[in-house]
C-alpha cells in the first residue's frame, strides 16, 4: 500500500479530508462546529510564537550576529583572531588553506611524488595521515566518500572497529560543516548520530571490539557503502538512511546479529506512511535544497 | 512577512554585517524560532534561539533565496539546534530527560516552558501526539509555517506532512471529544 493509500485510508476513516485539516490550521472557511472548536484550540498555540526579548538584548544580538557576519565573510577569513570558540569554523578553514599551501610548497620543491602517494595510502594514526588530508583539500591524492570508506575498512582489517566506526561518523560530519544547510539530508544527520551511537555502544563493552559478531558487522556495513559510494555521496538520502540503519544494528545488544540476519532493518519511530523522514527519535536535519531554492 | 523588495535589501545588508538589518531579522523572527523551541521542549528557548541565530549569522553567506526560503532555512537550523541539544541533554547524567512513562503523559519539559500560555487541556492533548506529530503542528502553528516550508524543514515529503499532521488532528478531535464526553 503506497503512502497516499494510507494517508485516503486514514481520510476515509477519520471523515476529515485534507482540505478540512488546512481549514483547522489555517482557520480560513471554517464552518464545521467540531473543526472550529479544534481550531480555536490550536490557536492558542499562536501566542508561543509571538515570545518577545527585551530591545537590549535584541539590539546586542544583532550586535554579535553582524559581527559574526564579518567574521565570516571570505575575505575576512584567513588572519582571523583566536578569540571566540564559536568562531572556529572560519579559522579552521583559514588553518585548512595555509596547511595546504605549506603542504603545496613542500611537494613542488622537495619534488617527493612518493611522499604523496604513500599519505594518499594513510589511514588516520599513520604519521602521513595530516599530509594526505592536506592534499586533498588542494586537489592532490584521493578524497571524498570513497576515500573515507577505504580508510575505514584499514581500520576495521586491523582490529580497530571503534575508529572505523568514528572515521565514517567524522567524514559525515566533515560533510555536514562543508555543506552547513544547504544540503546536507537529515538522513545524512542521523546516520551520524546513529555511527557516534554505534561507536560509543561498541566501545562501553569491553568484548565487543573482539566480538567477531561485531567485526563481521562493521565489515559488512563498509563493504556495502563501498559499493554504494562508487555512484552515490554521503549527501544522499538513502544513503545516510541505509548506513543508519546498520549503524543501529551495530550498536544494538545483538551486536550487529540484527543487520547480518536481517538487512534493511531500522525507522524505529517512524510515522506510517512516513516514508521520507528520520525516526522521530533521532537527529534529523537540513533537507535537501534548504537554502537554495 | 516584509515583502520581497525590502528581503533582498536586508539579506544583502545582513551578509555586509549591518547591525540594523539583523535587528530586522531578529524582529520578524526571534518570536517564532524561540516559540517553536519552547513548544518542543527547549530547556532554555531563549538561549537555543541565540545559538540558532549565531549559527544563522555564520551562515548566512551560504544562503541565496527569497523571504519563504529563508525562513524555512532558519528553521531548518532551529529543529537541527533543538535535536542536538536533546542529544547532548539525554547524554548528561545530570540532565536526563524525563522518563518515558511521564513524557507520554505530556511532556514535563514542554510542560513547564509552556504552561503559563496554553491551557492544561491543550498541554495534555498536544503531549500525547507522537513527536513528529508535535513537530508538524509546533511548525504550523507556532512557527507559522506553509505545508510546504514543514516539509522542508522536517526534511519529509509534502505527502508525509499531510498525513502527519492529519493523524494529528484526528488525535486531537478525539481527545477532545472524549473530554467533553467525561465531564
Not at chain 1, 575576512?76 to 572556529?88: H, L
Not at chain 1, 555511527?195 to 556495502?224: F, N, W
Amino acid at each position: 500500500m503506497s503512502e497516499e493509500d494510507v494517508y485516503d485510508d486514514e481520510m476515509f476513516r477519520a471523515e476529515m479530508t485534507h482540505r478540512d485539516v488546512e481549514r483547522v490550521l489555517t482557520g480560513e472557511e471554517l464552518e464545521d462546529a467540531a473543526l472550529t472548536r479544534l481550531h480555536t484550540v490550536l490557536t492558542e498555540l499562536h501566542p508561543l510564537g509571538q515570545t518577545s526579548s527585551s530591545d537590549e538584548q535584541m539590539a546586542s544580538l544583532a550586535a554579535e550576529a553582524a559581527a559574526l557576519t564579518n567574521d565570516a565573510r571570505p575575505e575576512s577569513r584567513v588572519g582571523a583572531v583566536i578569540d571566540d570558540p564559536r568562531r572556529t569554523r572560519p579559522l579552521l578553514v583559514a588553518l585548512r588553506e595555509r596547511l595546504a599551501v605549506i603542504a603545496v610548497a613542500f611537494f613542488v620543491v622537495v619534488g617527493m611524488t612518493g611522499v604523496a602517494i604513500a599519505a594518499d595510502a594513510a589511514v588516520p594514526g599513520d604519521p602521513l595521515y595530516g599530509l594526505d588530508r592536506a592534499l586533498e583539500v588542494v586537489g592532490i591524492g584521493d578524497g571524498g566518500t570513497p576515500e573515507r570508506i577505504a580508510e575505514a575498512r584499514v581500520l576495521a582489517g586491523s582490529g580497530k572497529v571503534v575508529e572505523a566506526i568514528d572515521h565514517i561518523a567524522a567524514a559525515l560530519a566533515a560533510s555536514s560543516d562543508r555543506e552547513q544547510v544547504g544540503g546536507f539530508s537529515p538522513e545524512a544527520a542521523n546516520a551520524t548520530a546513529a555511527l557516534r551511537d554505534a561507536a560509543a555502544s561498541v566501545e562501553s563493552d569491553s568484548a565487543a571490539p573482539e566480538s567477531q559478531e561485531v567485526r563481521v558487522a562493521v565489515a559488512s556495513m563498509l563493504d556495502e557503502m563501498a559499493v554504494i559510494a562508487d555512484h552515490t555521496d554521503f549527501d544522499d538520502v538513502e544513503f545516510g538512511r541505509r548506513i543508519a540503519e546498520m549503524a543501529r544494528a551495530i550498536g544494538s545488544p545483538a551486536g550487529g546479529q540484527d543487520m547480518v540476519d536481517r538487512p534493511g532493518v531500522g525507522g524505529q519511530d517512524n510515522e506510517p506512511g512516513d516514508g521520507a523522514g528520520p525516526p522521530s527519535d533521532v537527529p534529523g536535519g537540513p533537507p535537501d535544497g534548504a537554502g537554495r531554492p | 512577512m516584509v515583502g520581497e523588495e525590502v528581503f533582498t535589501s536586508v539579506l544583502t545588508a545582513a551578509k555586509s554585517g549591518a547591525d540594523w538589518a539583523w535587528s530586522s531579522i531578529f524582529n520578524q523572527l526571534f518570536g517564532p524560532v524561540t516559540g517553536y523551541l519552547a513548544s518542543r521542549g527547549a530547556v532554555e528557548p531563549e538561549d537555543t534561539a541565540s545559538e540558532v541565530f549565531l549559527k544563522v549569522a555564520r551562515s548566512i553567506q551560504d544562503f541565496d533565496g527569497d523571504e519563504t526560503s529563508f525562513r524555512s532555512w532558519v528553521f531548518v537550523i532551529a529543529h537541527r539546534t533543538l535535536i542536538d541539544e536533546r542529544r547532548q541533554r539525554s547524554r548528561r547524567p545530570d540532565q536526563v530527560a524525563p522518563p518515558p512513562d511521564e513524557a507520554s503523559e505530556g511532556g514535563n519539559v514542554e510542560e513547564e516552558a509552556v504552561e503559563s500560555l496554553v491551557t492544561a487541556e491543550v498541554l495534555a492533548a498536544f503531549g500525547r501526539l507522537t513527536e513528529t506529530q508535535r513537530d508538524v503542528l509546533a511548525l504550523r502553528m507556532v512557527a507559522g509555517l506553509s505545508l510546504e516550508q514543514t516539509a522542508q524543514v522536517l526534511g519529509k515529503r509534502i505527502g508525509a506532512v499531510k498525513a502527519l499532521q492529519h493523524r494529528a488532528l484526528a488525535s486531537l478531535k478525539q481527545e477532545l471529544d472524549l473530554s467533553h464526553v467525561s465531564r
